[in-house]
């Protein structure tokens, strides 16, 4: 399976709009790895988008993608999905008909909200200009993509029932992808033996320079992991590999922080993405 990481960032990218932070200071001056974009990646075996946030303007022509084949969306969040309008990209405006359509795989309810609150625009790409094709997906599903085995489970049972993520499986080996929001996730058996772990880092307690991150850090902040229970679970899970990633602009963590966290974390083998970093399992 080759894999490559469009965006390593999180919400807010960096260097973040506006923001005169550090690190956004910091990835303006030097470029490259200090610059951190949406959450996406591309599997090129099957051509599948997972994610589309607004950066995939940008990252898809960075690392020369010019086919999109399946796009998967792990639940309805903007900075996972408002780069959407990529389907446009699909039409052909000398006849004003659709090339052709793209798959959308998503949950059940993520599409419910995603059409009523985060996007609408998604029933005109779909309804109207025939862009794309809702699929949509209940938890435990199974995919089969060329030789990619693909299941879905759904990460937040308790709350809104629209936050996946995805197992893949080729050829023996098996990469979960649990990338937003996934607090809630099950552990279930068949993660227990994955040869790659791709997860959000999950929030710090702290900065770099020991500053409290957010004003009380005994409280829960939101639905993410904080990154204290990223490490137990992947203590739990002993994958043989870890790709942290959903870097955000508010850890005020540069890269090079991220490099003396893997030194530190040495014996899990975690590494921390960054943009345009390429994965071969
Ligand atoms: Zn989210």
């Known amino acids: ?19 005169k932070s550090k690190v956004s200071k910091e990835a303006r001056k030097k470029g490259g790895r200090y610059v951190r974009t949406c959450p996406s990646f591309f599997i090129h075996d099957a051509k599948i988008l997972i994610e589309s946030p607004e950066t995939i303007f940008t990252t898809l022509d960075r690392e020369n993608i010019q086919d999109v084949d399946h796009l998967f969306l792990s639940h309805p969040h903007p900075d996972h999905t408002y780069g959407l309008r990529f389907v446009q990209s ?29 996007y609408p625009s998604v029933i005109h790409f779909w309804k109207n200009q025939h862009l794309l094709e809702p699929n949509l997906i209940k938890d435990k599903q199974m995919l089969k993509i060329k030789d990619l085995k693909i299941t879905w489970y759904c990460a937040n049972k308790e709350g809104n029932n629209d936050t996946f993520a995805f197992l893949f499986e080729q050829k023996g080996k098996k990469v979960l992808f649990a990338l937003d929001d996934v607090h809630d996730l099950e552990l ?19 900065k770099p320079n020991g500053e409290i991150l957010f004003f009380n850090p ?29 870097l955000e602009e508010i850890y005020e963590r540069s890269y090079d922080d991220y490099i003396k966290l893997e030194q530190q974390y040495k014996k899990l083998n975690i590494t921390f993405a960054y943009d345009g970093m390429k994965i071969k399992i």
């Open 188 to 206: 279930y058996p068949e993660f227990y033996d994955l040869d790659l772990l791709i997860h959000e880092c999950g929030w710090f307690d702290y």
């Open 90 to 118: 699909l039409m052909d405006y000398q006849t004003s008909k659709p090339r052709r359509i793209l798959p959308l795989y998503m949950g059940e309810q993520a599409f419910e909200r995603f059409s009523k609150i985060f």
């Open 1 to 19: 399976m080759k894999i490559t990481v469009l965006g390593s960032g999180g919400n807010c990218t960096i260097p973040w709009i506006l923001s």
């Open 218 to 246: 005994k409280k829960r902040w939101s639905e993410d992991i904080k990154f204290d229970e990223t490490i137990e679970r992947i203590n739990k899970l002993k994958p043989k590999k870890t790709i942290l990633m959903n």
